[in-house]
């Protein structure tokens, strides 16, 4: 059943950590599934909702892998909600609360940054500072609508876990008592950016990935087929008592293309 499903898929588009890799280290299955989505004539890309870094940044770790692709396969949250803003809110001002590699995307973007800005974007900010909650709080409190360019809680790291950009807003929320509009998966804003940028049609797409409130909710309720794999952080208790469900689970992507399948 789930080969049937499958066959009918010509773009996978794979999460990072916990799916084709964990932390610097590459999965052994990673390369041989590649090849083998391509022996099946579909083709792959990558998303990441880690705006700590950018799109440059994910192209030279892949390539420090042995996996070499072309810039427009590198999906990342900023690119959607850059897009967002762009077709959204031309000509106004960001206030970016986010690392240099996240606010040298606005400024690849054209959109100009200041801390009396028109709105808020928060980031997965591992440069944050006291100084900048401040003032991202003093203009959401001045009415300023503050943007969150992706939904996690916690970054996986090597021992453990960081605080990303969801917890930062909850602290705002807290203070202000406003909620960020989010963007990166699961939100609809990054559905769209997916189909957009890969030219598939819904039912021609799969989601890969190892989280069940981004990787697999970004698909719930639509026609693309989402796939979830145990090699990350979901373990089959969370996946038993959760209310979102993908359309198939894998233990790993090794699995999805068995050689024997082949
Ligand atoms: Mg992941």
């Known amino acids: 059943m789930a080969e049937k499903d499958l066959r009918k898929i010509k773009m996978f588009v794979l999460d990072m950590d916990g799916t084709i890799y964990l932390g610097d280290r590459l999965f052994p299955f990673t390369k041989r599934f590649l090849d083998a989505v391509r022996q099946n004539g579909a083709d792959f890309c990558f998303f990441t909702n880690n705006s700590s870094k950018n799109r440059e940044a994910y192209l030279t770790k892949l390539a420090g892998m042995g ?10 949250s900023n690119g959607v909600i850059l897009d967002w803003l762009k077709a959204n809110r031309p000509h106004e001002t960001a206030y970016v609360v986010g690392t240099p590699a996240l606010r040298a995307d606005f400024d690849g973007a054209g959109i100009r940054q200041c801390e009396d800005a028109d709105y808020v974007v928060l980031g ?63 939100s609809r804003h990054t559905l769209e950016y997916m189909l957009q940028h890969t030219g598939c049609r819904p039912e021609e797409m799969a989601v890969v990935g190892d989280r069940l409130y981004t990787d697999i909710a ?24 959760s209310e979102i469900k993908p359309d198939l689970v894998f233990d790993n992507i090794g699995c999805i293309f068995p050689p024997e399948g082949l």
């Open 124 to 186: 997965f900010d591992t440069t944050l500072t006291y100084e900048k909650l401040c003032t991202a709080c003093d203009l959401v409190r001045a009415g300023k609508p503050i943007y969150g360019v992706n939904p996690d809680f916690n970054c996986p790291v090597e021992g453990g876990f960081i605080p990303d950009c969801g917890s930062m807003a909850a602290l705002i929320q807290a203070s202000t008592g406003v909620q960020c509009e989010f963007f990166g998966k699961p």
């Open 67 to 76: 996996i070499e692709i072309p810039p427009e396969k590198m999906l990342i």
């Open 218 to 241: 970004v698909a719930a309720g639509t026609a693309v087929t989402s796939i979830l794999v145990m090699s990350g952080e979901t373990t089959p208790e969370m996946l038993a008592q």
